[in-house]
């Protein structure tokens, strides 16, 4: 068979499947977010964004495009190379000093994106650690799942958020072996958080090193946006820390923190962070602003609660089924690929609500769903026209209602 042939099959059953993914080509408005532009023949010019991890709007806050602005004036648009041949800048060296600070570590290391920080970091600690044994929680990220089947280590699945199966399954292994557990602190797709405290306990007692992953938190939880662990008095028992600068800080790019000596370890030969270019300067530059406003600011924190709050209440009084949990995320629940999809497209092109349908394989089969993601910047008006587009949709459809 000709390769097109077998790659057109396999994107036609994902059409039928009701997974095929589009991408929507849309101009977000500076100064305006959640709105955006909506380049397409059929719908509305203008749209309200629902499903942005750009959670509390600091990519259109003054302060991060000032910084911005003033570092792309002074260096130019490009870092100039990798990190170790030309690619190093002071924002770069700025930027991890901040972040270092902002989780109480001794040193940070800056990456291209999230999924890169994660492939590279675990990666490089368990393959170079011998008989390094990696406990994972089943709904890890994809970027922590290719690191560590990247590393070739022996690693084990524990059943997601699950304590008494991280603890057989630490205590069924040789004490001798050295062992990491890495897992998330807030999991994305359900909002569900996370026990730090009771997993840094069993690290302690079976000796294992943590690996936390925070990217859905850091700037939206603690008093000074470090993230769940910030906010649980927990950072100093987390042996490394890793997050992102592309959600609530607004910009892109990836970082982990802990030791000198890790974050050493790391620089001296992690592939992904030696072979790549170093982010632009602007990039770190804004990422600095943004990290510094947050650990000063809570006002953006409060009001993206308030949010939450109004849409949960909102969904509720018109019985649209979504999962509780005490995070900022808010899954409303569709249970059907191709329905999903369908209500997508209709909420942009008869409502001008942006939110993409999230199926297999980012959930499983049967938990199909849109994602809220509610911003300071979102109005009442725009939760009330979501919500009240939802209950129109959701009797269109037939779907069940949620039962007060």
């Given at each position: ?201 069993l690290a302690d007692e079976f000796n294992a090193m943590t690996y936390l992953d925070e990217v859905h938190a850091v700037g939206l939880y603690g008093p000074r946006g470090g993230g769940i662990a ?148 979102h109005s009442s008006t725009d939760i009330e026209h979501l919500a009240d587009a939802l209950s129109e949709l959701w009797a269109q459809c037939a779907l069940s209602r949620a039962v007060a």
């Amino acid at each position: 068979m000709h390769c097109n042939e077998l790659f057109e099959r396999q994107l036609r059953q994902l059409h039928d499947d009701g997974n095929y993914r589009v991408f929507r080509n849309i101009e977000r408005k500076a100064g305006a977010f959640p709105t955006a532009k909506l380049h397409h023949k059929e719908g509305p010019d203008d749209i309200t964004v629902w499903c942005s991890n750009d959670y509390l709007g600091m990519g259109q806050n003054p302060k991060t495009l000032a910084a911005m602005k003033a570092a792309l004036e002074e260096c130019g648009a490009g870092a100039g190379g990798t990190r170790n041949i030309s690619g190093t800048n002071k924002y770069h060296v700025d930027l991890e000093k901040e972040l270092a600070d902002l989780h109480q570590k001794e040193d940070a290391l800056l990456f291209t994106s999230g999924y890169v920080s994660n492939w590279a970091a675990l990666s490089t600690i368990a393959s170079r650690i011998d008989n390094c044994i990696v406990f994972s929680d089943e709904k890890n990220h994809a970027s922590m799942i290719e690191g560590i089947r990247h590393s070739r280590a022996n690693y084990v699945i524990f059943k997601h958020n699950d304590l008494e199966d991280l603890r057989n399954k630490l205590a069924d292994v040789d004490p001798n072996h050295p062992k990491l557990i890495a897992f998330e602190s807030v999991y994305s797709m359900d909002g569900d958080i996370s026990h730090i405290r009771e997993i840094c306990d069993l690290a302690d007692e079976f000796n294992a090193m943590t690996y936390l992953d925070e990217v859905h938190a850091v700037g939206l939880y603690g008093p000074r946006g470090g993230g769940i662990a910030e906010r649980d008095g927990l950072m100093d028992r987390v042996t490394i820390i890793e997050g992102t600068l592309g959600k609530a800080y607004g910009v892109m790019g990836g970082y982990i923190t802990s030791t000198r000596v890790i974050c050493d370890f790391v620089r001296s030969f992690a592939s992904g962070f030696i072979f790549t270019t170093a982010l632009p300067p602007a990039i770190a530059a804004g990422a600095k602003a943004s990290i510094m406003h947050l650990k000063a600011s809570n006002l953006e924190r409060e009001m993206q609660r308030d949010r939450v709050a109004q849409l949960r209440a909102a969904l509720d009084k018109r019985g649209i089924p979504h999962l509780l949990n005490e995070s900022h995320i808010v899954p409303v629940m569709v249970g059907d690929a191709k329905k999903c999809k369908y209500l997508s497209d209709i909420l942009l092109h008869q409502y001008g609500v942006y939110v993409q349908p999230i199926n297999y394989p980012t959930v499983a089969v049967g938990t199909e769903r849109l994602r809220f993601t509610p911003s300071p910047l979102h109005s009442s008006t725009d939760i009330e026209h979501l919500a009240d587009a939802l209950s129109e949709l959701w009797a269109q459809c037939a779907l069940s209602r949620a039962v007060a």
